[in-house]
């Protein structure tokens, strides 16, 4: 099992920067894909940003203000997040998947943390 172990969570007001971190019981240069999700109350889990092979994405709703990152030495990955805004507020979930191996690629979830931007 692969364990992905989030921090950097916390309340801050509108307009505020966290950056969230992300490291992994393994090294990343076997993960294929890392990124971050998030969830709201009452929504469904939805992609922030992702990073594999070099590329990035981002949701509509975070470009131009957050930055997916890697560190490969540390196995870790980093989400910066700047001008934060209310409806940022959700628990946020590092999430990977290994690069496939003999026709498998699992896939691996954080335990969340909780960001709340206050108006």
């Known amino acids: 099992q692969v364990q992905l172990v989030e921090s950097g969570g916390g309340l801050v007001q509108a307009g505020g920067s966290l950056r969230l971190s992300c490291i992994a019981s393994?090294?990343?240069?076997?993960?294929?894909?890392m990124g971050w999700y998030r969830q709201a109350p009452g929504k469904e889990r939805e992609l922030v940003a992702t990073?594999?092979?070099?590329?990035?994405n981002y949701a509509d709703s975070v470009k131009g203000r957050f930055t997916i990152s890697r560190d490969n030495a540390k196995n870790t990955v980093f989400l910066q997040m700047t001008d934060l805004k209310p409806g940022d507020t959700a628990v946020y979930y590092c999430y990977a998947r290994l690069m496939p191996r003999l026709g498998y690629s699992p896939e691996y979830w954080g335990q969340g943390t909780q960001v709340t931007v206050s108006s």
């Open positions: 393994i090294s990343i240069l076997s993960i294929g894909t």
């Open positions: 990073s594999s092979g070099g590329s990035t």
